[in-house]
């Protein structure tokens, strides 16, 4: 890859996506910043890579250089197309100690789970909408207590109140990125992470620099608390306005 300055690896939903206008605006500012070789883009997402790609076409997402999808379980390069395979070798780091049958049988039975759709369930990733549970925070307790008496091969991503991961302990987005980023032979200085709900936690808390749009969840309240706000910005804007207020912050904009 090109030597670049920055690397912005952003969540997609609800932190690029929300307000068109601020998006267009933010992307021209990324592409701009692109084409001098100051910043490279990777896109962090729990959406699938077509759904990346129509992004690309129908919800004026900016171009990435990298893009990573199934809340950091699939790690895909240019060129992209949607026939291409995951990078092989984060798909057989990750495949040696998980059993996607296993992790199914953490939530079998948990009354109010409901598993997502095909396209969100992996060979890597198992998904369910856990909202309709009586209590999905005591659910969601269960379930972590079950994973962790399997020798740290499992982990489990919670967000919004409503989505359940269960993912090898070591996938997620941060893991993701710092395995592409030394892939890559790039520098993890370099990098600042966007995001608005639980699955983007680990790349808030894995890298020097983060932004909080204004709009994130509640789970991500308590960074607050624990950051220093040097490293962490919490956004007043909401959406791509936030991102592009954190890039002001750190000086990129």
Request: charged share 25%; net charge negative; hydrophobic share 40%.
């Amino acid at each position: 890859m090109r030597q670049i300055h920055w690397i912005l690896a952003s969540d997609i939903d609800h932190t690029l996506t929300g307000d068109t206008q601020a998006l267009e605006r933010l992307g021209s500012q990324i592409e701009s910043l692109r084409r001098q070789n100051e910043l490279a883009l990777f896109l962090t997402t729990g959406r699938t890579l077509d759904e990346v790609l129509t992004g690309f076409e129908k919800e004026n997402i900016p171009e990435a250089d990298a893009i990573i999808t199934q809340v950091g379980t699939e790690i895909y390069t240019p060129p992209f197309s949607s026939e291409m395979a995951p990078l092989a070798e984060w798909d057989r780091f990750l495949r040696q100690q998980y059993s996607r049958e296993k992790a199914v049988g953490f939530v079998d039975d948990i009354e109010g789970a409901e598993i997502q759709s095909a396209r969100y369930n992996t060979a890597l990733k198992v998904s369910y909408f856990l909202d309709k549970a009586a209590d999905p925070e005591q659910a969601v307790a269960r379930i972590k207590q079950r994973t962790a008496a399997e020798n740290k091969a499992y982990q489990v991503v919670w967000s919004s109140g409503i989505h359940l991961d269960i993912l090898p302990a070591a996938a997620g987005k941060g893991k993701a990125i710092r395995f592409l980023i030394n892939y890559l032979d790039l520098d993890p200085e370099q990098v600042i992470a966007a995001g608005d709900s639980g699955n983007d936690r680990s790349m808030l808390e894995e890298f020097g620099c983060a932004i909080i749009v204004g709009n994130a969840q509640p789970e991500l309240a308590e960074l607050r608390d624990r950051h220093d706000h040097a490293s962490f910005y919490f956004a007043e804007s909401s959406f791509a306005a936030g991102v592009e207020e954190g890039l002001r912050h750190f000086g990129v904009l």
